[in-house]
C-alpha cells in the first residue's frame, strides 16, 4: 500500500459518525486475496470480482457461450426484485433506505465497485470502512461492533484477509445484520432447516442457481467440493443435500482426492488450485463450477482445457450473481427491520408477585423482588440498543431519537390519572397509577406505559418519606426512584441558580462600570480580534441594532446593549434547593465587601418550584427547551420592559446543563412492566404532571391498542385542570379517559369527619363503618366528576380501598359515583395483591377508551387574563366571584402589556380544598376567591395567580422522615424509606 494511501485510510477509518448521514465511500481499497472468504477463507465476506486487470470483460465460458448471458439474466432478475420490494417498502415508509456496511482490510476495491453499482441500482446505501490489510483481530472486532449498534446499518459483511475470519470474529456479527449468513445462529438454522428464518451464503446460493439455470439435474448427483472451509463449506453441503445431491467435501492435500475427482459429477472449487494438482484429475464432461479467481490462469494451462469440461461455471459467474443475492438479503434485511419497528404486542415476560399477609412495608416489598436488567427492558419494549443510556442495572435515559424513528407510528390511548380533594394523607394516585398498569399489561396483556414524576428530596426527608407508590403497586428500585434517579432536579438546581448568580452579578458590574468599560469586558479583545458571542449577536437583532462589528457600534448602542438597567425590586427569579429549609424562606444577599455595598431580600425556593423544572415538563424537543430557557422572564428593566436569560446571555449554558435532564427515565414496576419517571414540576405554583416528552414516547412506544397511564398533582381542580388547559395545549395530546381516585378515608373527611394529621394515628370515624359521613361526602366526588365532565372526557372512578373499608361503604361509593355520571366505578386492591387487584380497573378504562372523546379546552387563551381566572374560579371550584389585589391588578396589567397575556392560566392554590381555605371541606359555596398576587412563566408558557397565601418553601416539621431513614454500611442497603 503507497504512503500517499495511508493518511486516507486513517480518516476513513469510523466513517459513520451519528447523528450525521451515512456516506457512501469511493476509496482506492484494494481487496487481499483471501478476501472473499468464500472460497479460502472459511468465512464468505465479499468474493472478489476478478475483472482483467487491462479492462476486458470477465472471461467466462461454457458449451455454447451461454454461461454470461444466464448470469447476467439471473443478475437483473434478482437485482429487479430486490429493487421492486424496496419500493413497496418505500411507500409505506419514504424515509427508509437500507444501508449494507462492508468492512475491508484490504487494498483491492474491485469488489468495491460492483458491490457499489448493485446496490445503487437497486435503491440501496452502501458504505465502506476502509482499514490497513495489517489490521488486527482486535481492531476489525471493533469496527464490527460499532456497525453492530448502529441503527442506520441494517447488513454488514466482511471482506478481510483469511486468517482474519475466526469465530471470534464472525460471531461477533449481530445475525440479523449478517447478510453472508457466516455466524453460528444463521447456519445453525440453515442446518435445521429454517432458511426462511435465517440469511442463507449469497455465494452457496449463487452456486445453487448458476447450475440449476445450466440445465444440471442435481436430484442424485456426485458433489464434490474442493478446498472450501467453514461457513461456505457448510452452505454448500446443506443446500447440495437438500436438493438430494450426494455431497463430498475435500481438501486439496487430501490423499484420496484423485479417486473422489473421478466420481464427481460436478465439482465446485472453493479455493485456489495448488500448482501440483493437475487438471487431468477431473474427468471429462464433469461440470465444473469455480469460486477461486486463478483456476484458469495462465500457469493453469489458459484457453486449452476449456473444451475438457462438460460445463465451467467461472468465478466472475460466482460472484457477480452472489453480490446480487447480497443485495436481496440486504433488502430481507430492511424489510424485517421495518417490521419489527412496527407496533406490536410486546413480548414481555413479567415479574410473579407472591403478595404477603400482613402487607410488609414498601421498601422490604421493593427489596424483595429483583428487577429485570433495564436494557432487557428496553429491548422487551421495542428501544433499541442506541436509544438507551444506562444508569447502573435497573434505571436508562431514553434519548429522544426515538420519536424521529416512530414518528409514523399511531399513538396508544392517553389515560389520566386524578383524584378526588385528598386528605393531608394522600389518597393514592400513584398507586392506582402502577396498579392500573400492571393489571393492562401483566395480566390482560395489554402494552400499558406508566409516565410519573421524579419525587423531590425534600417531601422524601420532610413528611412523605417516598413517593414511589405502595405496596404491591410501586416503582422499583423504590431507593433509588427516591434518593436521586439520574440527578434531573440537580440539573435543574444548577441551571436555577447559575441564573440567579448572573442577574445579581450583571447588576453589580452595571453598577460599578462606565458604559465603554462594561461594553470592553462584555466584548472582549482576543488575540486582537473583538467579536460577538451568537447569543450577543441575537440581542443586538432584538435592539434592532443591525451590526457584527464591534467597532462599529455609536455611543448609544454602546450603552444599550451593554446595560440591561434592571430594578432590584421587580426581580421574580430566586436561588433553590431541593431541601425543605424554612429558614431560607427570606434571606439578605450580598452583604460581602466585595459585593460593594449592592444588597437586597431575596429567597430560596425548593428545586421543583423552579420554572425551568416546569420548562422541562413542558417542552418537546432539545430546540424547544433551548427557546424556552431563553424567554424566561427573571426582572424588569426600569423603563417596565421584560429580561430575560437571553439578555444576559445564559441561555446556551442552561441548555448545556440540562441537555442529560431532558431526556425520560426508564424504569419498571414491581411486576416488570415499564415506567417512564420524569419532571416534577409543583402542583401549586406549576402544573404538577410529568414531561410533555415522556408521555409522547410512552404514546409511540405502546402502540394504537395500547394505553398511556399518566398521574396528575392534587386533585381534579388543580392537577387535571392544569393537564388538559395548559399540558394538553402544549402537547398537542388528547386525553381518553380520567381515572378518578377516591378513598372512603377521605370521603369520610369532606363528610363533616375530624380532621386528619400526617404522623398521628385516625380517628375511629375512619377506621369504623359509617355510612352516613361517607355519603354526605360524596359531594366532593361528585363535584370532582363534574369538572372532569367539563372537558368532555369519560371518567372511571376508582376507589383506592383500605382494609377498614366495609363492603356497605365500598358498595356506596361507586354506586354514588355512577349516578354523579361517571362511566363506571370499580374497588381496586392493587396495593394488598398487586395488578391483579386492578385488573376491574383495567378492563373499565378500556371500555370507555373505546368511546370517542369530546375533549375541548374551559376557555379560549385569547380571553382577557381576568376573564380566565374568573371562569377556573367558577366552573372548577364553584365560587361565587374573584377578587383582585390592586398588586394582581397592577401585574395582570403589566403582563398583558408585555404581550403575554394570550397564555393560559395556571392557579396557584391549596390543594386541601376546592376553595382558597384548607379547612372548608366537601363542595364549598358562594365563597369569593380572593387572588394576592399574579406571576408569570413565560419560558414555561402560563400565568399563574396565587390564591391566598402560597408557600414556594416547605418547612421541615418537628420529627422529620429522616429521623428514620438510614443505611445499612455492611450491606449498603438504605432503611427507613416507607
Known sequence: MGKRLLPVLCQLRHPLQPPGPLRRLRVPCRASSGGGGGGSGGGEGLLGQRRLQNGQAPSSCSPGGRTPAMRDSIVREVIQSSKEVLRLLQEKNPAFKPVLAIIQAGDDNLMQEMNQNLAEEAGLNITHICLPPDSSEAEIIDEILKMNEDTRVHGLALQISENLFSNKVLNVLKPEKDVDGVTDINLGKLVRGDAHECFVSPVAKAVIELLEKSGVNLDGKKILVVGAHGSLEAALQCLFQRKGSMTMS????????????????????????PEEIPLTWIQPGTTVLNCSHDFLSGKAGGGSQRGHFGGLI???????????????????????????????????????????????????????????????LAKEIGLLSD?????????????????????????????????????????????????????????????????????????????????????????????????????????????????????????????????????NRLVPLVNGVREFSEIQLARLKKLGINKTDPSTLTEEEVSTFARLNIDPSTITWQRVLDTNDRFLRKITIGQGNAEKGYSRQAQFDIAVASEIMAVLALTDSLADMKVRLGRMVVASDKSGQPVTADDLGVTGALTVLMKDAIKPNLMQTLEGTPVFVHAGPFANIAHGNSSVLADKIALKLVGEEGFVVTEAGFGADIGMEKFFNIKCRASGLVPDVVVLVATVRALKMHGGGPSVTAGVPLKKEYTEENIQLVADGCCNLQKQIQIAQLFGVPVVVALNVFKTDTRAEIDLVCELAKRAGAFD?????????GGKGSVDLARAVREAASKRSRFQFLYDVQLPVVEKIRTIAQAVYGAKDIELSPEAQA??????????????????KTHLSLSHQPDKKGVPRDFILPISDVRASIGAGFIYPLVGTMSTMPGLPTRPCFYDIDLDTETEQVKGLF
Open 250 to 273: 475435500s481438501q486439496w492435500k487430501t490423499p484420496q482426492l484423485q479417486s473422489k475427482l473421478h466420481e464427481a459429477d460436478i465439482v465446485v472449487l472453493g479455493s485456489p488450485k
Open 314 to 376: 467461472q468465478e466472475d459467474d460466482v460472484s457477480v450473481l452472489a453480490a446480487a443475492l447480497r443485495i436481496q438479503n440486504m433488502v430481507s434485511s430492511g424489510r424485517r427491520w421495518l417490521r419489527e419497528q412496527q407496533h406490536r404486542r410486546w413480548r414481555l415476560p413479567c415479574l410473579k408477585l407472591q403478595p404477603l399477609c400482613p402487607v410488609p412495608s414498601d421498601i422490604e416489598i421493593s427489596r424483595a423482588q429483583t428487577p429485570k436488567a433495564v436494557d432487557v
Open 387 to 519: 436509544e438507551i443510556e444506562i444508569y447502573g442495572k435497573s434505571k436508562a435515559k431514553v434519548r429522544l431519537s426515538v420519536l424521529e424513528r416512530l414518528k409514523d407510528q399511531a399513538d396508544g390511548k392517553y389515560v389520566l390519572v386524578a383524584g378526588i380533594t385528598p386528605t393531608p394523607l394522600g389518597e393514592g394516585k400513584s398507586t392506582v397509577t402502577i396498579g392500573l398498569v400492571q393489571a393492562l399489561t401483566a395480566h390482560l396483556n395489554v402494552n400499558s406505559f406508566a409516565c410519573l414524576r421524579q419525587p423531590s428530596q425534600g417531601p422524601t426527608f420532610g413528611v412523605k418519606g417516598g413517593a414511589a407508590g405502595g405496596g404491591y403497586a410501586q416503582v422499583i428500585p423504590m431507593e433509588e426512584f427516591n434518593l436521586h434517579l439520574t440527578g434531573d432536579i440537580h440539573a435543574i438546581t444548577a441551571a436555577n441558580n447559575l441564573l440567579a448568580a448572573a442577574i445579581d452579578t450583571r447588576i453589580l458590574h452595571e453598577n460599578t462600570q462606565t458604559d465603554k468599560a462594561l461594553y
Open 825 to 833: 366505578a370499580v374497588p381496586c386492591y392493587h396495593w394488598s395483591i
Open 891 to 908: 401585574k395582570i396589567d403589566r403582563y398583558t402589556q408585555q404581550g403575554f397575556g394570550n397564555l393560559p392560566i395556571c392557579m396557584a
